[in-house]
């Protein structure tokens, strides 16, 4: 007993120990010295690149070019990028390093606008939660792949009796079979599959019969699959210890998730030229075989647009919060195209990777490389684990690709996590700073009991669902109100100013084209994607399985939700009209440059007082009424 009551008592004090100890959340060097700045510059690249590149970069932008013509699909992509996604980054990121602060504080600025920071914080916390279930299945593939031989490359001891990976046997795969408890392979004389569709059926078998023991739908739950639960906790953990200390830790770590897969997808890129058909693959992606014809259709620009957006996770809050913590007079405007083309051209280079490879899985089961070819889920887990276990030494190869989807996946878990923890030390700095390790914790452990729906067995249909209708349309509703806001509320030549004191003075010319984009171009294309969105939905399905009304209608919900912030934060704040507009219209008395030795004349606080009594009335604290909400 004594014993045990030592080891009790030794747990006590290093529990106690743990919660209690303050974390140091500066640095002797930080020019912050409240909030704490990046250790180095090159922290900030990596976790901006790493943010920005995700899994789409993966498993998306090489299936859009192949749909949409190939090579030809680079010239409206890169013109997209030129036209929205360098200005809106180049935006976000100077927003967020002027103020210092997050993406509800960042909204002082024009405080009638404060719920489109709530709603960028609640959009980043719902994704996080099925995101770090998508690093739970790209965990449980890694582990799966140190088997030999991998257990998709045949049917094993997991398949059905009638399965079967010779030639001469035909199979079918019966989507109503797949979304049921009984999952077969089933002979049949109508509709049959040739051994190399029955290979990639065997692979589409083990995802929904062993990883995910999908139900028939929505509406049957189940249990919790155990194996996917535990990986989801370990994601989580693993996120929870890069981000123990803020920037201060998770800056360390960027050094190798941010690097690590550019790594891999050289090695895949180099191995996957060997190949014989790799030629036939990378052909199909942006090779001879484009379709400059394509050019003609909206689809195309429309797709090349939305990747844009996306890709660089404009709207979602991650950008503000990260440039945050730079230094004051960091030159935001050169890491903004550092970081967007470094995005596009990791886009562009995964591509390769994955086409040469399926390029030689296509030349093997002697079939065009088109029927082989998946996005999403379907070529993540499908389609390229099944090429690459075509390969010498297919387990080294497929715990590098999960490996590396591993690591994209983490670094922008990273930053959706610090959104939200960065957010409430803003808002309440003297409960949380000294407990930030604490407020980690608290925070990865309520994603993870969030992230449980999304590991039963209905889990995948929890996943489509929250991505269909909240990591879609949602956030162009959020980027535009953010250039109404920043451009036309606040002002697009006051926001220029303030940039000019962070960088020094330009010339006209110079903020020509800028003022083009924010003010007219980018407003205007995401207003007609969002229209063309709306128009065109369709609700959504995962392998064929329809959701049940209930389903789609709490998918609306959640949009609601998201948005509904917008215009009740809004109204709560007016009173008084039309005077409380014109006072939320106009900079808080806390917007300013964070440290008084960057505000200069135009933000003293003799200057700010005298403004602040310009533009409202004696009975009038709009300091009061922002305050309220932070």
Known sequence: LSKIDCCLFVSCEFFETFFNEQDPPVDDGDENTERGNWA??????????????????????????????????????????????????????????????????????????????????????????????????????????????????????????????????????????????????????????????????????????????????????????????????????????????????????????????????????????????????????????????KLTEAQVWKDAATQTFYSLSIGWGGVMTLASYNNFHNNVFKDSFVVTLTNAGTSVLAGFAIFSILGH???????????????????????????????????????????????????????????????????????????????TLTTCSVLYFLGLPCVTRAGIYWVTLIDQFVASWVLLFLALFEIIGVCYIYGGNRFIKDIEMMLGNKSFTFWLWWRACWFFLSPCIIVVILVWSLMTFTPPSYEAVQFPDWGLALGWCMAVFVLLWIPVVAVMLISNFPQRVKSLCAPAKEWHPYLDIHRGERYSEERCRNRMTSWTKPDVNVNVISSSWL
Not at 150 to 164: F, M, T, V
Not at 177 to 202: C, E, Y
Not at 363 to 370: R, T
Request: glycine share 8%; charged share 10%.
């Open 40 to 293: 180095s510059k090159k922290e900030y690249i990596l976790s901006t690149i790493g943010y920005a590149v995700g899994l789409g970069n993966i498993w998306r932008f090489p299936y859009l070019a192949y749909k949409n013509g190939g090579g030809a699909f680079l010239i409206p992509y890169f013109v997209m990028l030129v036209v929205t996604g360098i200005p809106l980054f180049f935006l976000e990121s100077a927003f967020g390093q002027f103020c210092s602060q997050g993406p509800i504080n960042i909204w002082r600025a024009v405080p009638i606008l404060q719920g489109v920071g709530i709603a960028m914080v609640i959009v980043t916390l719902i994704v996080s939660v099925y995101y770090n279930v998508i690093i739970a299945y790209s965990l449980y593939y890694m582990f799966a792949s140190f088997q030999s031989p991998l257990p998709w490359s045949s049917c094993l001891s997991w398949a059905d009796g009638n399965c079967s990976s010779v030639p001469t046997v035909y199979c079918n795969v019966s989507v109503s079979s797949i979304g049921s408890k009984n999952h077969s392979l089933v002979q049949t004389s109508t509709n049959t599959h040739t051994f190399s569709q029955t290979a990639v059926a065997i692979h589409s078998l083990l995802l929904s019969r062993v990883a995910l023991q999908r139900s028939s739908g929505l509406d049957e739950t189940g249990p919790v699959v155990w194996h996917l639960a535990l990986c989801l906790l370990l994601s989580s953990m693993l996120v929870a210890a890069a981000l123990s200390k803020g920037i201060k830790s998770s800056g360390k770590v960027v050094y190798f998730t941010a690097t690590f897969p550019y790594v891999v997808i050289l090695i895949l890129l180099i191995r996957g030229a060997t190949l014989e058909g790799a030629r036939d693959g990378i052909e199909f992606y942006i090779g001879s075989q484009s379709n400059l014809t």
């Open 361 to 439: 899985m296509a030349h093997i089961y002697k079939m065009p490389v088109g029927e082989v070819v998946k996005e999403g889920f379907g070529l993540a887990f499908i389609a390229y684990p099944d090429a690459l276990s075509k390969l010498p030494i297919s387990p080294l190869w497929s715990i590098l690709f999960f490996f590396m989807l591993l690591t994209v996946g983490l670094d922008s878990q990273f930053a959706g996590i610090e959104v939200v923890t960065t957010c409430l030390l803003d808002a309440f700095p003297k409960v949380f700073k000294p407990k930030r390790t604490l407020l």
